[in-house]
Structure formats: C-alpha cells, structure tokens
C-alpha cells in the first residue's frame, strides 16, 4: 500500500525538481579527523574510501542509499588488531555516481576490482544491509577472496518479497509502473529522509539533526536518483543466487537487531539456516543499523568472532 506521505511527497515533485548538489569530496572527514579521505580510480571511476590500522585486511561495505558514515563507530576499534578498509561503494556517498545499470552484478564486481585495486588478495568482509549481500555473494562468486563473513541485517536474495518497511514496501509497489518510481526518488525531501532513518533504529533519538543533515546532503549530490532507482529495477535479480547460499564454506556470522522493521528477524534465521555452520546473534534493542545504534556489543561480537576464528 502506498503511503499518505509518500502521497504527498509526489504531490510536491514539482516544488522539488533541480535541487541536485555537485559531488565535492571532503578533504577531512567530520565525524573522525583521524582519517584520511582518500580516493582511487576503478574501471575510470573515482570511489572514495579510507583505510586505518595494520594487520589482516576487513572489508566494511555499507547499505543501500548510505555510505561508509555507518561505520563511524567500528573503525578506530577494529583498526586496533586490523587493517580495516571502509568504502562508498559506486553510485554512494562521494564517489561517482555513473549511469549504468546497478545490478547486483555491478555491485559484486565492483568489490572485487576495488579488493584488485587496493592490493588486497582476501579480506573478512563486514556488510550491512545491501552490504551484507554483496559480502555473502562475493562468497559464492569469489570464494578465494572471501575469508569469513560477518552479515548484519542483510538483505536476502528475494529481497523485495521480504522488505517489511513503509518506505521501501511503497517503491516496490510502484516500482513496475513507469517513471513513477523514478519520479518519487527525486521527491525526496529532508523529511522523508528523517522518516527512513527512522525506520532503521530503535532509538528514535539517536537521529540527530546532524545525522539527518549528513545523510540528506548525500542523497541530494547529483545523479543519486538513477543508482537508487536502478538498484530498485534490478534488485530481484539476486534470486539466482539463491541456491548458492549453501555454497558459502566461509566462517560466517549473522548479527541481526531484534527491533529491525526492514527485515524482521526471521529473515536472519532463514539465512542462518542456509548458510551451513553459521552462527546468529540477536540484538536487543537494536534496529536495521545496529553497529551504529549499539555499537558496544556490535564490536565486542565481532572482535569475538574473529579471534575465535582465527
């Protein structure tokens, strides 16, 4: 069913249009000065990321629509034991946004010529969301590349059969009417941002409006709207990975926040049980995003898992 307030937002595209912002890279990234933005040309495109600490490379690779701001509060603490790459994957954050076809193909690929890129030969990768699922496909594509898998909340391969919230339940309601989607991306205004980043947490209050600004101004660059409305056309092309869950021979564990309203809980379940000798802890209290809600107990399961790994 199609939201009163996605309604609205369509009500006032026209009031809307033309408001894209170019893409300027930062040259300090604000919410941790200790890092140090930097940038590399993959297939002709410029992807931004950082990289701190020493040690066995992790791969953290964000969701869809955000960027590597979601793992704010992983990096210095995993860099601590590890060599720790956060990315904005193509089309996200501040690297290039490229109008091609996003299909979960672009996505898997794409990880793998930045881990080419970067030199790294095989890395844990840590995704959350649509991250998750580039990270457990990569698995069954590339599985000498993949050591373990860490999945918070990520999407299953029916992922449209499976999303539960209001905002995406409405974009794939639309998503075969043409233009329409399309058009209600570009609608997108600092208030219906507020309403998906609530959506994500628990803790309604942790979303700031520095948070909000944040994730805003990085919907708002220019050329955003096609990868989102693209990455929605293709998304059900991860079905025919489905069979390959049973392929993943990595250590992997499953992190899922019990208050997830993207994709509930037993969304996690059936993953674990698909995914022969993986294990699955639950988070109370915690949303779609719980490495930022409850950053604590998210990094102590991971430094956990991979020491017992090791």
Partial sequence: MISFRWIVSFLLMPFLWGRSIPLIRPT???????????????????????????????????????????????IDVLSQSHRVYALDLIGHGFSDRPKIPYTPETYIHF???????????????????????IAWAMATLFPERVDRLILIDCVPPDVLLQVKNESFRTLVAIKDIPILPYL????RSKNSIRWILLECVSDIKLITPEVLNRQYQLSKIKGTTWVLYSTLKHAEEALKLKD???????????????????FPPQVGETLHQAITGSEFLKIEKSGHIPMWETPDEINQA???????KS
Avoid at 302 to 308: A, G, T
């Fill in 244 to 262: 390959r869950l049973s392929l993943i021979h990595q250590p992997t564990l499953l992190i899922w926040g019990e208050r997830d309203l993207i």
């Fill in 111 to 133: 990880t793998r010529d930045f881990m080419d890129g970067m030199g790294i030969e095989k890395a844990t990768l840590i995704g959350n969301s649509m991250g998750g699922g």
């Fill in 302 to 308: 991971i430094l956990s898992f991979l020491e017992d």
């Fill in 184 to 187: 209600v991306i570009t609608a």
């Fill in 28 to 74: 300090q990234i604000d919410w941790n000065p200790s890092l140090s933005p930097q940038t590399i040309q993959i297939n002709g495109h410029t992807i931004f990321y950082t990289v701190k600490g020493g040690g066995k490379p992790l791969l953290l690779i964000h969701g869809y629509g955000a960027g590597l701001w979601v793992w704010e509060k992983q």
